[in-house]
């Protein structure tokens, strides 16, 4: 059974960083991206960075610029590092593993941005 573990939310100020980790384990053959999503209060989840099995990087214009999407091969894990964030940039992140025929969701780690 696949698993999919978010780490690294948590309170940063504007203009701060902050860095998610995403660990996938279990059945992790036929992976074709991984990504990140995120939701904040009241609004639909969206889409914000994925990753391709070649390591194409492909991001929403709300990140481009301020977040970058990376992979650790060898330890399925991905990461997300924050930079220059904002007030809009709070909400709960969410990890997704795109495998052929299924996706698997982590449970999310939220991600607060204030002063």
């Known amino acids: 059974q696949v698993q999919v573990v978010e780490s690294g939310g948590g309170l940063v100020r504007p203009g701060g960083s902050l860095r998610l980790s995403c660990a996938a384990s279990?059945?992790?053959?036929?992976?074709?991206?991984m990504g990140w999503h995120r939701q904040a209060p009241g609004k639909e989840r969206e889409w914000v960075a994925t990753?391709?099995?070649?390591?194409?990087?492909h991001y929403a214009d709300s990140a481009k610029g301020r977040f970058t999407i990376s992979k650790d091969s060898s330890k399925m894990t991905i990461y997300l590092q924050m930079d220059n964030v904002t007030a809009d940039d709070t909400a709960v992140y969410y990890c997704?593993?795109?495998?052929?025929?299924?996706?698997?969701w982590g449970q999310g780690t939220q991600v607060t941005v204030s002063s």
């Open positions: 990753i391709t099995g070649l390591n194409s990087t």
């Open positions: 279990g059945i992790t053959l036929s992976i074709d991206s």
């Open positions: 997704v593993l795109h495998r052929i025929g299924a996706d698997d």
